[in-house]
């Protein structure tokens, strides 16, 4: 079996596992006997639970649809006003959707930041990989086309910086009785848009245009999965 081949039915195995029993009861030894592999081969390819849990992540999010689409836009700040909106619309839904999946996803990757951050710095790096290049690419054309100002000299950090808005936003509201409640819930989506969108530079008269034009579309539609 080539190392490609045992790396996705390792992979396959640890989605059934996961599924079944959530990150903490699952192990990498229940994971190599699903695999039907000594655990000493599944550390070759995978060397923590961790790694192998981040790689599924960064897989579901290569898979989603909507981002594929958004991934292979031309850089413009329509691009970007719509990567920023589906990453608001990814975080709104964990905070008011069922989905308990994600909201263990969120407990996790919080507890890894007061932890030892392996599986932090995992995700991170798989999401800046996937994401960054089309941010960067986006905000460099809404610069030249004059919808937005240069604001420092690392321009992935301000991808950053709203992914961690929105991170403890999503946080603040996980539990069953919100520990802030952000007021009127019903303009948090386009506040938090605004937000993001002026502080990673675009002026007024670009947000007016692109974001009324986008939130204007069916609030029920798939959301990207930028970045648990």
């Known amino acids: 079996m080539t190392s490609d081949l045992r790396r996705q039915l390792i992979l396959s195995a640890a989605r059934r596992c996961f599924a079944r029993n959530g990150f903490a009861g699952t192990t990498t030894k229940s994971v190599a006997a699903a695999a039907a592999i000594s655990e000493g081969l599944l550390f070759k390819h995978f060397p923590t639970k961790s790694a192998l849990y981040a790689e599924i ?41 069922p989905d308990e999946q994600e909201g263990q996803r969120l407990r996790l ?31 460099d ?53 605004e937000f993001i969108l002026r502080g990673i530079g675009l002026n007024e008269t670009a947000i007016a245009s692109h974001l009324d034009r986008d939130l204007a579309r069916s609030p029920g539609q798939p959301v990207t999965a930028e970045g648990v």
């Not at 292979?72 to 959707?97: C, N």
């Not at 509201?173 to 919100?178: E, K, M, Q, T």
């Open 141 to 193: 054309g809404a610069v030249a086309a004059g919808d937005a100002s240069r604001i420092g000299s690392e321009p992935l950090n301000l991808f950053w910086f709203a992914h961690h808005t929105l991170l403890m936003a999503a946080l603040a509201r996980l539990p069953a009785v919100p520990c802030l409640a952000y007021g009127n819930a019903g303009g948090l989506e386009r506040q938090l848009c």
């Open 57 to 97: 992540l960064a897989e579901e999010c290569e898979a989603d649809p909507d981002l594929a689409h958004l991934l292979g836009q031309e850089p413009s700040t329509a691009t970007l006003v719509e990567l920023v909106k589906g990453m608001v619309r990814h975080f709104l839904q964990i905070m008011d959707g």
């Open 109 to 139: 990757m919080t507890t890894s930041h007061l932890d030892d951050g392996e599986f932090a710095r995992l995700l991170y790096a798989k999401v800046g990989d996937l994401i960054g290049p089309v941010f960067t690419a986006s905000l």
